[in-house]
C-alpha cells in the first residue's frame, strides 16, 4: 500500500501551509495487513496547552492516570514496537510503589523481596531449562543420526558408542564394531559386506534421512511456522523492540526442540547452536509470565529474554562467558549491568545442568572439546591470517550466495512448496553425502576428527601416518614414508566434502525447518622437509598442531559469515581450554572481518533482517550523510495533510471518523487548527480502547460528546451531552526535533532511546512527524535501493 493512501483526508490547515507545505503522518509498517504504534515518552510536567486560565496542570506520572487505570492502554498489538521509554516510566512507577508500602506490613516486605529476587529466580529458572533441553537435544540427535546407519540389539534406545560399551568382543582395531550393533543390512540381508549389503545401507540412510526431514517440515508447517530457520534475526528484531506474538511461545519451543532434533539427523549441512539460542529464549519467555514485574512490562521482559540467549550459546558452544558476550555483542539491543550479571548467572546454570546431564559422555559441554598444548610458532602467524583471509572472503561469499537464493525463494513459485523444498535438499545431500565418510558424519563428529589431535588412541585415516611411525625413531629412511595412501585418500575426501559444505549451506540455511549455519573446518597438512618448516623445525618434534588449524580455520569462517569477533574467540578458547592461542584467533579473526567489510558490512543475520524488511536500526551501521529533519519528516510536498487532533473542540463523531479514514497508529494533539501549537500524543490504540471502555462504564457518552484531552473541561451548553475526557491517554511529553536538525542526530537518537517517532516542530508549531520506517527508506535511499522494497512484508 503507498504511504499516501495512509493519510487522513479530513483536516486542512490555514496557519499551518503557511509554515510547510501541506501531507500527513504515515502509518508504521506497510499495508501487509500489519501495523506498527507509535512510540510515546514521559510527562516532563508541561502545561495541557488550555487557553483558558486555570485549567493547566502538572504531573509526575507518565501518564495523567485515572483512578481506575483503563485496562488495555500501554499494551501493544502483534508486529507493533514496545514504547521503550513509557516501558522504563512504568517500571520506576511500580517500583516506587513497592518501597513506599514495604514498610507498612511484613506481607508487604515480604512482596518487595519477592519483587527484588524475581529476576534472578526467572534467569535461575531459563538456564536450567535451557541447559536440560539441550542434553534432551544432544543425546536424540545423536541416537537418531545414528539410526540411519543401524540399531542396536541390546538396548535400542542406545547409539553407536553406547551400544559398544559393555561389549567384550570389541578390539582396539575394530572398536566401531561389536555383535550387539547390526548395521541395516546385516538386519535385512544377513551381511555385512559386498555390494548388495552397500546398497541396502545407502537405501537405509536416504530413507531415514528423507523421512526425518519430511517429519520436521511437516511438524514446523502445520503447528508452528515460527520454528524454522536460526531464529537469530527475529531475536534481534525482538530484542530491538519489536513484537512477534507467537514468536517465543509454548508451541514454538515444543516444536522447535522435536524438529531441531530431526533436522540434525537428517543430515541437512545445517548445526544446532543458532536454534538452541532460540529454544532458550523460548524458555526466558515464558518463564517470565510467571512473575508480573516482567510479565506486564515488555522492556523488562526483554532483559530476560538477552540473558536467555547467552544461556543458549552457553549450551551450544560449552562456553558461558561467550555466551554472555555473545548476548552483549550480537544479539541484544539493551544491555544494562544488571543484565550482564543475571547473563552470566543464566549461562553458569545452563552450563551446569548441561555438564550434569553429559550428554556426550566424556563429561564436556560439546562433544569436540579439545585441548592444545603444543605452543605456536611466529612463522605460523603468516598461514593464520590466510585463514582470515579465506574466512573473510568464504563469507562474503556465503552471505551474498544465501540472500540471493532466499530472495529467489520469497519471489518465485517455488517458495510456495516448502515442504518439496526441504525434501529436494533433503535427498541431494543424503545421496551425496553417503559414500563419503566425512559428509556421512554429523557436524559435531566432523569437527571432532579435525580439531583432534593424532594420537596412539586415534583410529581416523588422516593418523594412519601416525600408526606407520617407527618407535625407535622419529622419522622413517624415507621422507615420504610418514604419511600412508589413507592420508591423501582423507585429504582427497576432506577437500570434497568442503566443497559440497559450502555449496549445500548456501540452500539449506534458510529452509522451512530449524538450521543453524555448519561450521566449516579446515585441513593442515604439513612436511618437514618443506622450506618453511625446515627453518623453523626441528627433525622429529611436533611443530605445528594441525587441530589448531582446524580450529583457527572454523572461526574465521564463522567470524566471515557472522561479522563476530570479541565473543567469537572467547567462545572458541574456551572449546580448547586454553588461553595460548587467543593471539592467532585474534589475528584470524580479525582479518575474516577486515576482508568481509571490504565486500558489505553486513553479516549472516542483519542481512536476513534487512530480506524480511524488519524495522531495525542497527547500531552498527554509520549515517553519514548531510540531510535535515524537514528533508525525511512527513507530510512532504504535495502529500496529503497530517492527521491532527485539537484538544477540546472536537466531538466523538469526528475523532470516530479520523480513526475510521485514517491507518495511523497515532495522532499529534494541538491546541487548535488556527495555532498548531503542539499539546501531546496519543496512540490510535489507546484512543479506540478508552472509547470502548468509556461507553461501557459511563452513561450518557454520545456521538455528539465532546472529547477533550485538557485537564478541565470547556464550557458547554446546558443540554450538551456528557464529555468524554481523554487526558489519561496523552503522553503529553512527546520526543520532539526542530526542523532543522540534522538527521545524523536523529537516527542517533532513534538508536539509543529506542524511539518509534518523534514529531517536527518549528517555533513550537507543529510541521510533521518521522517515523522508524521514514528512517529506514531514507537510509535505503541514500545507499541507492528502493525505499518500499526494505519494509516489513
Not at 210 to 239: D, H, N, Q, R, W
Not at 257 to 284: D, F, Q, R
Not at 494 to 505: P, Q
Request: include cysteine; aromatic fraction near 12%; hydrophobic fraction near 45%.
Amino acid at each position: 500500500m503507498e504511504s499516501e493512501q495512509l493519510f487522513n483526508r479530513g483536516f486542512g490547515r490555514n496557519s499551518y501551509n503557511s509554515i510547510t507545505s501541506a501531507s500527513s503522518d504515515e502509518e508504521l509498517l506497510d499495508g501487509a495487513g500489519v501495523i506498527m504504534d507509535f512510540h510515546t515518552t514521559e510527562d516532563d510536567n508541561l502545561l495541557d496547552g488550555d487557553a483558558s486560565p486555570g485549567t493547566h496542570s502538572s504531573s509526575t506520572h507518565l501518564l495523567d492516570l485515572l483512578e481506575e487505570p483503563i485496562p488495555g492502554v500501554g499494551t501493544y498489538d502483534d508486529f507493533h514496537t514496545i514504547d521503550w521509554v513509557r516501558e522504563k516510566c512504568k517500571d520506576r512507577e511500580r517500583h516506587r510503589k513497592i518501597n513506599s508500602k514495604k514498610k507498612e506490613s511484613a506481607w508487604e516486605f515480604t512482596k518487595s523481596l519477592y519483587d527484588a529476587w524475581s529476576g534472578w529466580l526467572v534467569v535461575t529458572l531459563t538456564g536450567l531449562a535451557s541447559g536440560a533441553l539441550a542434553g534432551v537435544i544432544d543425546i536424540a540427535a545423536d541416537w537418531l543420526n545414528d539410526l540411519k546407519e543401524g540399531v542396536c540389539l541390546s538396548a535400542m534406545w542406545f547409539n553407536h558408542e553406547q551400544c559398544c560399551w559393555d561389549s567384550n568382543e570389541t578390539t582396539f582395531a575394530e572398536r566401531d564394531k561389536c555383535p550387539q550393533w547390526k548395521t541395516w543390512a546385516e538386519l535385512i540381508l544377513g551381511q555385512a559386506e559386498g555390494p548388495g549389503s552397500y546398497i541396502m545401507n545407502y537405501f537405509m540412510f536416504t530413507f531415514w534421512a528423507l523421512s526425518f526431514a519430511f517429519l520436521a517440515v511437516s511438524l514446523v508447517k502445520v503447528f508452528a511456522p515460527y520454528a524454522c530457520g536460526s531464529g537469530i534475526p527475529e531475536i534481534k528484531t525482538i530484542l530491538s523492540g519489536f513484537i512477534i506474538r507467537g514468536y517465543l511461545g509454548k508451541w514454538t519451543l515444543m516444536i522447535k526442540t522435536i524438529t531441531l532434533v530431526l533436522a540434525v539427523a537428517s543430515g541437512l549441512s545445517l548445526g544446532k547452536e543458532g536454534p538452541l539460542v532460540h529454544v532458550a529464549c523460548c524458555c526466558g519467555n515464558i518463564f517470565s509470565y510467571l512473575f508480573p514485574k516482567y510479565s506486564k512490562n515488555e522492556a523488562k521482559k526483554r532483559e530476560v529474554l538477552s540473558a536467555a540467549s547467552a544461556a543458549g550459546v552457553s549450551v551450544a558452544f560449552g562456553a558461558p562467558i561467550g555466551g554472555v558476550l555473545f548476548s552483549l555483542e550480537e544479539v541484544s539491543y539493551y544491555f544494562p549491568l544488571k543484565t550482564l550479571w543475571r547473563s552470566f548467572f543464566a549461562a553458569l546454570v545452563a552450563a551446569f545442568v548441561l555438564r550434569s546431564i553429559n550428554p556426550f559422555g566424556n563429561s564436556r559441554l560439546v562433544l569436540f572439546y579439545v585441548e592444545y598444548h603444543t605452543p605456536w610458532y611466529l612463522f605460523e602467524l603468516f598461514p593464520f591470517i590466510l585463514l582470515g583471509v579465506f574466512g573473510g572472503l568464504w563469507g562474503a561469499f556465503f552471505i551474498r550466495a544465501n540472500i540471493a537464493w532466499c530472495r529467489r525463494r520469497k519471489s518465485t513459485r517455488f517458495g510456495k512448496y516448502p515442504v518439496l523444498e526441504v525434501i529436494t535438499v533433503a535427498a541431494i545431500t543424503a545421496i551425496v553425502a553417503f559414500p563419503n565418510p566425512y559428509t556421512r558424519q554429523n557436524t559435531s563428529e566432523l569437527i571432532k576428527e579435525l580439531f583432534t589431535d593424532c594420537g596412539p588412541l586415534e583410529s581416523s585415516q588422516l593418523c594412519q601416518y601416525r600408526s606407520q611411525m617407527n618407535s625407535s625413531q622419529a622419522y622413517p629412511a624415507g621422507s615420504d614414508a610418514a604419511a600412508t595412501p589413507g592420508v591423501y585418500s582423507a585429504m582427497w575426501q576432506l577437500s570434497l566434502a568442503l566443497i559440497f559444505k559450502i555449496i549445500m549451506t548456501i540452500f539449506t540455511f534458510g529452509l522451512k525447518v530449524p538450521s543453524g549455519l555448519f561450521i566449516p573446518s579446515m585441513l593442515a597438512y604439513y612436511h618437514h622437509d618443506w622450506f618453511l618448516f625446515r627453518e623453523w623445525c626441528e627433525v622429529g618434534a611436533d611443530c605445528i598442531t594441525p587441530g589448531l588449524y582446524a580450529m583457527v580455520g572454523a572461526a574465521a569462517c564463522l567470524g566471515g559469515v557472522t561479522r563476530m569477533t570479541v565473543s567469537l574467540v572467547v567462545i572458541v578458547f574456551e572449546l580448547t581450554g586454553g588461553l595460548e592461542y587467543i593471539v592467532p584467533l585474534m589475528a584470524a579473526v580479525m582479518t575474516s572481518k577486515w576482508v568481509g567489510d571490504a565486500f558489505g558490512r553486513e553479516g549472516i543475520y542483519e542481512a536476513h533482517i534487512r530480506l524480511n524488511g524488519y524495522p531495525f536500526l542497527d547500531a552498527k551501521e554509520e549515517f553519514t550523510h548531510t540531510t535535515l529533519a524537514r528533508e525525511v519528516m512527513r507530510p512532504r510536498r504535495n502529500d496529503l495533510p497530517l492527521a491532527v487532533l485539537t484538544q477540546d473542540d472536537m466531538t466523538l463523531a469526528e475523532l470516530q471518523n479520523i480513526i475510521s479514514q485514517t491507518s495511523c497508529n497515532g495522532f499529534p494533539v494541538i491546541v487548535s487548527k488556527e495555532s498548531q501549537r503542539l499539546v501531546g500524543f496519543a496512540l490510535r490504540r489507546d484512543i479506540t480502547i478508552a472509547i470502548e471502555n468509556a461507553r461501557r462504564k459511563q452513561e450518557g457518552i454520545m456521538l455528539n460528546s465532546r472529547v477533550y484531552f485538557t485537564q478541565h473541561a470547556p464550557t458547554l451548553p446546558a443540554d450538551s451531552p456528557r464529555p468524554l475526557k481523554l487526558r489519561s491517554i496523552l503522553d503529553m511529553s512527546p520526543f520532539t526535533v526542530t526542523d532543522h536538525t540534522p538527521m545524523e542526530i536523529v537516527v542517533d537518537i532513534f538508536r539509543k532511546l529506542g524511539l518509534r517517532q518523534c514529531l517536527v516542530t518549528h517555533n513550537g508549531r507543529l510541521l510533521g512527524i518521522i517515523t522508524k520506517k521514514d528512517i529506514l527508506r531514507h537510509m535505503a535511499q541514500m545507499a541507492n535501493q528502493d525505499p518500499e522494497s526494505i519494509m516489513f512484508n
